[in-house]
């Protein structure tokens, strides 16, 4: 049941725009492997072959270590409703933190967000749709607004010191380049 394609065709873009949720996976050479939901309207299509995503502030900051030393990324997306589909992406990606010059580029693509940390710059090599027939179906209500209050509550210093306390390191101590200078 499963096809696999060189790159994005309208049709599996189309699929990309309808969800509202994607999971990201990753891993260095050796240690955890990270599997993460992402929310938000965080990801751009840029052409066939390549996305951009808006990494914001989280619990750990495991994506930008791995890539850091292991380029290779996953990205899927699930039909929650309608008809039932997966859809993968595989790949190589590269953080792109607020010292780089793509930074800028890719922010134009977003709306600000208070607690942007990264942008994934991430080359499609296949593609991969599969029939989803196990994915249970979903309502969608409304995102969360707790990222939102934890931002107006900390304030901008407050994300600062939550990165150096938090965003440095991933699971298994490999840093994340989150407060590197240029």
Request: proline share 4%; hydrophobic share 40%; charged share 25%.
């Amino acid at each position: 049941m499963a096809r696999r394609y060189e790159q994005l065709s309208t049709e599996h873009i189309a699929f990309i725009d309808e969800q509202k949720l994607f999971f990201v996976g990753t891993a260095a050479n050796d240690g955890t492997i990270n599997v993460s939901p992402k929310g938000y309207d965080s990801l751009r299509v840029l052409s066939p072959n390549r996305i951009v995503w808006l990494n914001i502030t989280g619990s750990g900051n495991e994506t930008a270590a791995h890539l850091a030393q292991n380029t290779r990324m996953t990205l899927m997306f699930c039909a929650f409703d309608g008809n039932p589909k997966i859809l993968r992406l595989y790949g190589k990606a590269v953080a792109v933190h607020p010292r780089d010059s793509q930074w800028d580029e890719f922010s134009a693509l977003f709306e600000p967000h208070a607690s942007a940390r990264q942008y994934v710059d991430f080359s499609i090599q296949l593609v991969q749709t599969s029939c989803g027939f196990g994915v249970p179906l979903y309502d969608f209500k409304t995102e969360r607004d707790n990222m939102d209050k934890w931002i107006s509550a900390i304030g901008e210093d407050g994300i600062a010191n939550y990165w150096r306390d938090k965003n440095q390191l991933s699971l298994d101590g490999l840093p994340t380049h989150i407060l590197d200078e240029k």
